[in-house]
């Protein structure tokens, strides 16, 4: 039997320990190998990190057998959960040294005028007055928290990594940056701009 | 972070100005971007129209760096399948 033709979801449950063991290291290989391909060319990525990564993946795998919905072959499901654990601990070892501090600091000055750079502005009175309403707006409708947050994305910071430096959960963080987001347009189509107005002048 | 990388570049003015574009009342989160993404992936390999709910997926993939990345991630593997 080809491993497209296992019942994976049925096989992982098995009541026999020897299938469900031959399930379960089908699984990790199949999910290794998968790793093995996607990271292949990282410096920061060993043998002995691929097999870490694999076996932390078939842990969150077998916990949440109870979320495959069958819209997709199981195989796919899980290498997207393999990746997503992969890549989670990747970008917490690349950003570990940063601070909260640090990034309350810059998001604090998002919202001033040293921090748009000369060759955003140049001498177009058009970007000028856009950027000066953008920067109105996020100095007049976000907190400092979502300042910081929206600055550690334009900074790249993995979203567990600036979730963890404010100190709230995954969905508190997706609900600041996606009020922030939404205050921030809203402000600006007050004034009449619009996100297309901004982008056609920086196009 | 380092100091001379404070002041924000057009390209990270442009990356607010593109968030705000696509900035929705109701979006996917991540945790639910993970759990359908694997239906987009096979869609697009297949190049078979995507419904509402996978809509979202591509939505929020044009919104999170991190999802995309994995999503490519994703799509490697299977293409070498």
Redesign the interface.
Known sequence: MSQNEINWPAALRATDSGEQAAAVHALREQLQS?LR???NGRSDVSEAHLEDFAQESLVRVLDRLD?FQG???FT??A???A??VA?TEL?RKRWQD?SLD??MA?GE??AGP????D??LGADEERTRL?AA?RNAIEKELTPKQRAA?LG????L??DQIVALLGTS??AG?KLL?DA??A??RR?HEAGIT??D??NA?D | MKKKEQRLTSEQVGSIVKMLGLTTDREFNCAECLQHVSEFAECQLANKPVGEVIVSVEQHLALCPECREEYEALMKILKSE
Do not use: C
Not at chain 1, 114 to 117: E, G, I, K, Q, R
């Open positions: 998968g391909i996607a990271l979320q819209r997709s072959k796919t499901w290498q997207a959960i990746l997503n890549f970008r940063v640090e990034l810059e000055r998002l040293a921090m748009m750079a060759d955003v950027v953008l929206i994305e334009l900074r790249e993995p979203f995954r969905s997706y996606h987001r939404r921030l347009k600006l996100a297309a901004i982008q920086f």
